[in-house]
């Protein structure tokens, strides 16, 4: 057990829909880090927050977005749900910069758009 | 920003061999190259790292080079087992990101 919780596991939508992942990191970790996969393939980075404030983004679409909270769990938010965003959700977390850069990940949000 | 290239894609070895993934980036301000093993529908685990004031790092049967100057580093697994197939990922610290690299599937055969 790494110590990042996400919810839920699993997630069946449908097109058009919108929905929200949810990531816990651990505890003492401020900085939160979504990336998805997508089916064979890699681990495509999304955005990074740290203690509450976005740090980094990567090519998240306009549909996605993302916060994180001041208890600093983190929410990825999907709108507009096409078939081509059924993918494996996952966050990492960090302590963050300046600190051990060890990241850790949860056991993902499977997201399968229908 | 930061590029990671891995190779090969797909590693195929008999149990007992030995398993050499490499990775080059790009951005010379990179100090911190993790690697993970990824199981199949699992999370990605840190299994080893390497910062970049060392060239080299060995845990057990896994090992980590890395060449500063050319920008390379490389995963060493010896005596593989057939419990060390999975993907790979070896990633480089990017401007506020960890960057992966395409990742390797290993398979070993008993």
């Known amino acids: 057990d790494s110590g990042v919780t996400q919810t839920p596991k699993h997630l069946i939508t449908a097109t058009g829909q919108r929905v929200t992942l949810r990531c816990s990191p651990r505890?003492?970790?401020?900085?939160v880090y979504w990336y998805q996969q997508s089916l064979d393939q890699g681990l495509q980075f999304l955005i990074h927050?740290?203690?509450?404030?976005?740090?980094a983004k990567g090519n998240i679409l306009e549909r996605f977005s993302a916060q994180q909270f001041p208890d600093l769990h983190s929410e990825l938010n999907l709108s507009s749900l096409e078939l081509g965003d059924s993918a494996l959700y996952f966050c990492?977390?960090?302590?963050?910069?300046?600190?051990?850069?060890?990241?850790?990940f949860g056991q993902g949000t499977r997201l399968t758009v229908v | 920003g930061e590029n990671v290239e891995q190779h090969p894609s797909t590693l195929s070895v008999q149990e007992g061999d030995s398993a050499v993934i490499k990775c080059t980036y790009s951005?010379?301000?990179?100090?911190?190259f993790p690697w993970y093993k990824q199981e199949l529908g699992k999370r990605p685990q840190l299994i080893i790292d390497?910062?970049?004031?060392?060239g080299e790092k060995k845990d057990q049967r896994i090992a980590v080079t890395l060449n500063k100057t050319a920008k390379h580093f490389s995963l060493h697994i010896t005596e593989t087992q057939p419990e060390d197939s999975a993907v790979y990922f070896c990633?480089?610290?990017?401007?506020?990101?960890?960057?992966f690299g395409t990742g390797t599937r290993l398979l070993v055969s008993p």
């Open positions: 990492a977390s960090s302590v963050g910069p300046g600190g051990p850069p060890e990241a850790f």
């Open positions: 505890s003492g970790d401020l900085s």
């Open positions: 927050y740290y203690n509450g404030e976005e740090r």
């Open positions: 951005d010379s301000a990179s100090n911190y």
């Open positions: 390497i910062r970049s004031n060392v």
């Open positions: 990633a480089a610290t990017g401007f506020q990101k960890l960057v």
